[in-house]
T-cell receptor, first 115, second 112 residues
Framework: NAGVTQTPKFRVLKTGQSMTLLCAQD?????MYWYRQDPGMGLRLIHY???????AKGEVPDGYNVSRLKKQNFLLGLESAAPSQTSVYFC??????????????FGPGTRLTVL | GDSVTQMEGPVTLSEEAFLTINCTYT??????LFWYVQYPGEGLQLLLK?????DKGSNKGFEATYRKETTSFHLEKGSVQVSDSAVYFCALSDRSGNQFYFGTGTSLTVIP
């Protein structure tokens, strides 16, 4: 099992450009998440999905859109990149269970720089 | 809302020293609690977990006990190694499992 994979690993954009980050998981998890990690801020939730075809806003959703057309994939889009979106982006997935904890499994991250 | 507060870093220790990283939480209901570790250039990995009060999570010599009365989940290790150098995140998950809340992370450097 590959677990959670993210593409690309690195990307440099110019202000105003658009791009899509792809997250894929092969664990058949229902839940998927996108976080950004910034120095001194920890991880902040951007958007999440509790199942195929569903998405919801997290703590910092502005400037991002997401789609979950297939259960195994969760796409994060930046329509018009801004320097404030320079960050490391992590995808995660989890499988809810009755009365059980929901461990999150993380991808290796995408380092995005917006000039 | 739910939140996690953890000890600010960075923390620098000598090999074989005792480690404590403090974590306190605010939550409604009965959350699950986690410690994640992030090694340089990698994603987060689950280190240990606890799902109810008085549970002790343990892994690789690290331990943390879920203390409901003090709303704490402090991470401890009796003798750190250079290979433990990483960033440690405390986190909680509410019972719905829809969202996780992470602390800001504590950077640990262990010197020989």
């Amino acid at each position: 099992n590959a677990g959670v994979t993210q593409t690309p690993k690195f990307r440099v954009l110019k202000t105003g450009q658009s791009m899509t980050l792809l997250c894929a998981q092969d664990m058949n998890h229902e839940y998927m998440y996108w976080y950004r990690q910034d120095p001194g801020m920890g991880l902040r939730l951007i958007h999440y999905s509790v199942g195929e075809g569903t998405t919801a806003k997290g703590e910092v959703p502005d400037g991002y859109n997401v789609s979950r057309l297939k259960k195994q994939n969760f796409l994060l889009g930046l329509e018009s990149a801004a320097p404030s979106q320079t960050s490391v982006y992590f995808c995660a997935s989890s499988q809810p269970g009755l009365g059980l904890y929901n461990e999150q499994f993380f991808g290796p991250g995408t380092r995005l720089t917006v000039l | 809302g739910d939140s996690v507060t953890q000890m600010e870093g960075p923390v620098t220790l000598s090999e074989e020293a005792f480690l404590t990283i403090n974590c306190t939480y605010t939550a409604t209901g009965y959350p699950s609690l986690f410690w994640y570790v992030q090694y340089p250039g990698e994603g987060l990995q689950l280190l240990l977990k606890a799902t109810k009060a008085d549970d002790k999570g343990s892994n690789k010599g690290f331990e943390a006990t879920y203390r409901k009365e003090t709303t704490s989940f402090h991470l401890e290790k009796g003798s750190v190694q250079v290979s433990d150098s990483a960033v440690y995140f405390c986190a909680l998950s509410d019972r719905s499992g829809n969202q996780f809340y992470f602390g800001t992370g504590t950077s640990l450097t262990v010197i020989p």
